[in-house]
């Protein structure tokens, strides 16, 4: 029903981040996931890695993954074999706990063959979605995932079955016992499971329901054309226009995004009208009384928090992104600045690039300078290619972190064009990748963790980087600039993030009374856009088709309070290992361990933080609200 209780993954959907999306290059199929050294890349950035995929498999046409693909398919025919219609009165049985215990471990032993090869799939299809022999190889995995799967539905829903005195029982078996975790984790699933034969359907139909339309919208970014002056370029290349020093190219690649849009916006309306359909239906069939209500389950989250932290956000726009921006525009030396002005680099901002390899020094040795266990896992992402960095065209846009599967290790892709936001991205996903790793340890069910905690080592990370610079910058127009920069990034994760959902919340809750227009959806997303930006934001016409290239929309409806919840955590979290004796570093490492085995608010615990409290949300946009109290007395 959730990724949480799906013992089969399809390749995956990747993370999408805000970070912004990125251009393509064609890789031949064949040595999509070779060990050839990594390509130099262009301008000055250095040498960019190319990750090795070769650790899943050395290529979509290599024997292992055929044989991986017969082997997951027998036995998951062989444990359907083995335990349907079973679970209820073997599980009651005097060595109940003991059996019960050797059948999640098959399922768990099936969950990590199926996690390689799709992530696998979904990794190589990242690197190159243009290409249709990787295209294809994808789609195939795709459907051999979701076919094998459907002889597993049954386990999930026969566990939840299991009468709860019955279950504590057999978990009193301490082989049953280290499963307790995912097992009342699945079992807060139960009052939204249907029968059998319906969660069968609903699986099947994936393939050609929500999962064709996820990819029909990632292959209509990837092949979408921008005129910007003479060049005709993705999305990636464009989007990074908008950070350009010339006020012109800005403005350029703006309206060019506009009018691209503009011309496709009847395609982007129908993916975003249906995906939306799809999840009313599924939500109602399920018995899900709030449009989001399926996310804060899958986040194991309390919907009361996720609306005390909107509200908070909210009603601290005019402090945060409203007077920020009116100092921004105040340093343009405007009364306003138009919407492609927003992530301008400021006028007192250094120029040049950032090299690679300075780069990794930086975050390299920020997260040093907090653990140098921390660091030691930092390290192995570039000294074992886990990373894949250039820009290329074909290539997903954004950043993201993959934990693939325990038995193997993450992947980072990211889209490096050496300006200090990327060096940020890379802080930020190599927190994702730290987390990943420690969390392994608890195997595939009990690895994945929760939203509400996923983005917290990554913003984390983002932190311990930002301070160490700010730390070791002696001119004051730096310091300035640097922190100009950190309050920009924490109103793209904070404010821009609530400004998202509160479009989501708008956009389906409008949809269950019929379809929208893309004008309709414009208009809701000026709406939401014009609030949390503020009067010293002018949006220019155009902009009201923006939400189309927006990922986190089609792939993970709801998931963008995740980022705000975690930059609001992390502000607090920090302001505690400030002011904490010994021993934050391995506490805060213990935490990450821990992956899904403890609820956020025990995981909380020991740093003395409590999510329910209102007051906690208020303290965390504090932090946001100082900073800027701090650039408005330097003028």
Not at 575 to 587: D, I, K, L, P, Q
Request: hydrophobic share 40%; charged share 25%.
């Amino acid at each position: 029903m959730t990724s949480r209780s799906s013992a089969l993954r399809k390749p995956t959907q990747r993370k999408p981040t805000q970070r912004k999306p990125t251009q393509r290059k064609p890789a031949a199929a064949k040595s999509a996931a070779n060990k050839s050294a990594p390509k130099k890349a262009a301008g000055k950035t250095g040498k960019l890695p190319e990750w090795n995929l070769a650790d899943l498999y050395s290529g979509i046409d290599a024997p292992e993954v055929a044989r991986d693909l017969q082997k997951m398919d027998a036995d998951c025919v062989a444990f359907e074999t083995d335990y349907k219609g079973k679970l209820a009165e073997h599980s009651t049985r005097e060595d109940g706990g003991k059996w019960l215990a050797e059948a999640v471990r098959r399922y768990e032993a099936i969950d990590d063959l199926a996690g390689r090869l799709g992530s696998f799939a979904g990794l190589v299809h990242a690197g190159d979605s243009v290409d249709p022999a990787i295209t294809k190889f994808y789609g195939d995995v795709s459907e051999r995932l979701t076919a094998a799967s459907t002889h597993l539905l049954f386990f999930a829903l026969e566990l939840n079955r299991i009468d709860d005195d019955v279950i504590e029982r057999a978990m009193q078996a301490e082989e049953l016992a280290y499963y307790r975790p995912w097992i009342e984790d699945l079992r807060k699933e139960k009052p939204y499971q249907l029968e059998d034969r319906i969660e069968q359907l609903f699986h099947e139909k994936s393939q050609s329901g929500y999962a064709a339309w996820n990819r029909l919208f990632d292959q209509t970014i990837a092949g979408l054309r921008f005129k910007v002056g003479a060049k005709e370029l993705a999305i990636e290349p464009t989007l990074n226009f908008l950070q350009d020093r010339d006020g012109l190219k800005r403005k350029a690649a703006a309206e060019a995004l506009a009018k691209t849009f503009k011309a496709n916006e009847r395609t982007f309306a129908l993916i975003t009208n249906t995906l939306a359909k799809d999840k009313e239906i599924s939500d109602r069939w399920r018995g899900f009384q709030d449009v989001a209500d399926s996310r804060h389950l899958n986040n194991r989250v309390e919907r009361e928090v996720v609306d005390a932290l909107v509200a908070s956000v909210r009603a601290a726009y005019p402090k945060l992104s409203h007077r920020y921006y009116r100092l921004k525009a105040g340093w343009f030396k405007k009364k306003k600045l138009p919407h492609w002005d927003r992530n301008a680099p400021l006028p007192f901002a250094a120029t040049g690039t950032i090299g690679w390899p300075e780069a990794r020094n930086m975050v390299l040795s920020a997260y040093r300078g907090f653990s140098t266990d921390m660091a030691v896992i930092a390290e192995r992402f570039f000294n074992d290619r886990w990373i894949d960095a250039p820009v290329r065209p074909g290539k997903a846009p954004g950043a993201f972190s993959h934990p693939t599967t325990p038995s193997a290790h993450p992947y980072v892709l990211m889209n490096y064009q050496g300006k200090p936001r990327d060096v940020m991205t890379l802080a930020h996903e190599l927190g994702h990748g730290v987390h990943q790793v420690l969390a392994a340890r608890n195997g595939p069910l009990m690895a994945p963790t929760p939203l509400t905690l996923a983005e917290t080592a990554s913003v984390f990370g983002e932190m311990l980087t930002f301070k160490r610079l700010l730390s070791e910058t002696r001119s004051a127009k730096q310091r300035q600039a640097l922190l100009a920069g950190k309050v920009e990034d924490m109103i793209n994760t904070v404010v821009r993030q609530i400004a998202f959902y509160s479009f989501e919340r708008a956009l389906h809750t409008e949809r269950k009374n019929g379809e929208l227009t893309a004008e309709r959806i414009g208009q809701i997303w000026l709406s939401v856009q014009t609030e949390s930006l503020g009067p010293a934001i002018e949006i220019k016409p155009g902009y009201e088709n923006f939400w189309m290239y927006i990922p986190h929309f089609i792939h993970s409806p709801f998931y963008v309070y995740a980022y705000a919840f975690g930059d609001c955590l992390v502000n607090s979290l920090y302001a505690v290992y400030e002011h904490a004796s010994e021993g934050f570093a391995e506490r805060y490492l213990d935490m990450l361990a821990a992956g899904g085995t403890k609820h956020y608010s025990e995981l909380l615990k020991p740093f003395g933080l409590d999510a329910k409290d209102p007051r906690f949300w208020d303290g965390g946009l504090s932090v946001i609200s100082g900073m800027i109290d701090e650039l408005e007395a330097m003028g």
